[in-house]
């Protein structure tokens, strides 16, 4: 199994030109789940892949559309006319965000699950037999299986790009060659859910535009632990969740404008003609939207806090838009800091097996989610005896089954994943580790 073999020490915290990492304690004010205790001892949400907590401010602002705006768009009333201003908003926040150019490039649906598989249908829709898809090894299943049924359904012949092992990252070269001239889609993940990597995906959206392919990203681990630009990466789609970035459950699709108005959308005969409301199904939901945008206040407030630090690296932008891109800078280095703790305190561990990049060096390139087995323990057995101290964290492959089959881990019940957000705290870094240490000497369970 493949092993950490160089780790941060335990007390550094490191940041991007060895500067100290950002405070952001003031961010844990706004979550008021953090204050759940069991035992007497505050919970520790070590569970944020699979989902992030929210802001009161979020929290309060579905209750208010509730209250105070709950009706259906485009009608001649005071609650549509919010509902209406509400939905503008949240697409224009979601563009800042992203730093989309246009708000209308911007679609909401329920999951990024169901945005793809609709998206993958519209676009299977558009090419013939023996046209090829490339994708990776590393993915979740969501951008995985919906491109594989496109192979059984229109013909098609998909690619898929293989994975060191040893480092849980892309095989670039691997990758290349798989990109050719019949190469239509090269669907890639942002981050890894899993072993954290983070993949060259500028480089790999390069590729694809050279031999005229369209280029689909997943940023849904991404999202929450670092600014994005689809500009500067060139992406024609990119989908995130807003439940992995503090929000509530919901789906985000970015498209670049001229494809969403040129690819007939998958669905039932559209209401609205042109996007986004042409590839949104159904009535949206409102108050989780209405939640999204107090979600991306929280964040600009944030990057209000830290605007002297960060500003001058998007110095090209104004308003919200720049404040969540401060906002992201300084979550980036302040998780990179508590993840090198955390490796350096997952390394001492008898028995422990850490996958993926470890080494100080590669902390950028990583977001702060970590997998491990310990010799003697089912990553089950170890996540429930977590979860007995209030230690919430994953185990199992998270819908990452090409990568835990080709660590050879799919069959002993996966790995234990530890994931960090903002909120959390070095203090909550060496609890989790002495519980860890705790529950292996003890022989527990």
């Known amino acids: 199994m493949p092993d950490s073999t160089t780790t941060p020490d335990a007390t550094a915290m490191p940041a991007v030109g060895g500067a100290p990492a950002p405070d952001l304690g003031s961010a844990r004010a706004h979550f008021p789940s953090l204050a759940m205790e069991m035992h007497g001892q505050p919970v520790i949400f070590a569970d944020n892949p699979g989902g992030t907590q929210t802001p009161q401010e979020c929290i309060d602002a579905i209750a208010a559309y509730l209250a105070s705006a709950n009706a259906n768009t485009h009608g001649a009333f005071l609650t549509s006319a919010r509902t209406d201003a509400m939905l503008d908003d949240a697409r224009a926040g979601m563009a800042d965000l992203l730093n989309a150019r246009d708000p209308r490039e911007i679609v909401f649906g329920p999951n990024m699950t169901t945005l793809t598989f609709a998206l993958s249908r519209a676009i299977g829709r558009t090419l013939k037999p023996g046209d090829e898809i490339v994708i990776t090894a590393m993915d979740h299943d969501a951008n995985v299986a919906p491109w594989l049924a496109l192979q059984e359904e229109r013909g098609l012949v998909v690619r898929v790009a293989a994975v060191d092992t040893a480092t849980c990252t892309l095989n670039m070269d691997d990758l290349r060659a798989k990109i050719t001239e019949k190469t239509k889609v090269?669907?890639?993940?942002?981050?890894?859910?899993?072993?954290?990597?983070?993949?060259?995906?500028?480089?790999?959206?390069?590729?694809?535009?050279?031999?005229?392919?369209?280029?689909f990203v997943d940023a849904v681990q991404y999202a929450p632990h670092a600014p994005i630009d689809v500009q500067a990466l060139?992406?024609?789609?990119?989908?995130?969740?807003?439940?992995?970035?503090?929000?509530?459950?919901?789906?985000?699709?970015?498209?670049?404008?001229?494809?969403?108005?040129?690819?007939?959308?998958?669905?039932?005969?559209?209401?609205?003609?042109?996007?986004?409301?042409?590839?949104?199904?159904?009535?949206?939901?409102?108050?989780?939207?209405?939640?999204?945008?107090?979600?991306?206040?929280?964040?600009?407030?944030?990057?209000?806090?830290h605007a002297d630090r960060y500003g001058a690296r998007f110095a090209e932008m104004t308003g919200r838009r720049l404040e969540l891109h401060v906002a992201l800078a300084a979550i980036q280095e302040?998780?990179?800091?508590?993840?090198?703790?955390?490796?350096?305190?997952?390394?001492?561990?008898?028995?422990?097996?850490?996958?993926?990049?470890?080494?100080?060096?590669?902390?950028?390139?990583?977001?702060?989610?970590?997998?491990?087995?310990?010799?003697?323990?089912?990553?089950?057995?170890?996540?429930?005896?977590?979860g007995e101290r209030g230690i919430f964290a994953w185990d199992g492959n998270y819908y990452a089954v090409s990568l835990m089959e080709q660590l050879g881990l799919e069959e002993h019940g996966g790995a234990l994943r530890i994931g960090l957000a903002h909120y959390n705290t070095a203090d909550e870094v060496e609890r989790m580790v002495a519980a860890l240490r705790e529950i292996v000497s003890a022989g527990q369970p």
């Open 186 to 215: 090269v669907a890639v993940g942002y981050a890894s859910n899993a072993s954290g990597t983070i993949n060259d995906v500028a480089t790999i959206v390069r590729w694809a535009r050279e031999v005229g392919a369209l280029s």
């Open 234 to 305: 060139g992406c024609d789609f990119l989908a995130c969740s807003a439940y992995k970035f503090f929000g509530p459950h919901l789906g985000i699709l970015y498209g670049r404008l001229e494809l969403l108005e040129s690819i007939p959308a998958y669905k039932v005969r559209p209401s609205d003609p042109v996007p986004p409301g042409k590839w949104e199904t159904g009535t949206q939901n409102h108050e989780c939207l209405a939640g999204l945008v107090a979600t991306l206040t929280y964040l600009a407030s944030l990057g209000r806090e």
């Open 334 to 386: 302040h998780e990179r800091a508590l993840v090198a703790r955390l490796i350096a305190g997952l390394a001492t561990l008898p028995g422990a097996h850490l996958y993926g990049l470890t080494a100080a060096d590669d902390l950028p390139r990583r977001v702060p989610t970590v997998i491990l087995t310990v010799d003697g323990y089912a990553p089950r057995a170890l996540a429930e005896a977590l």
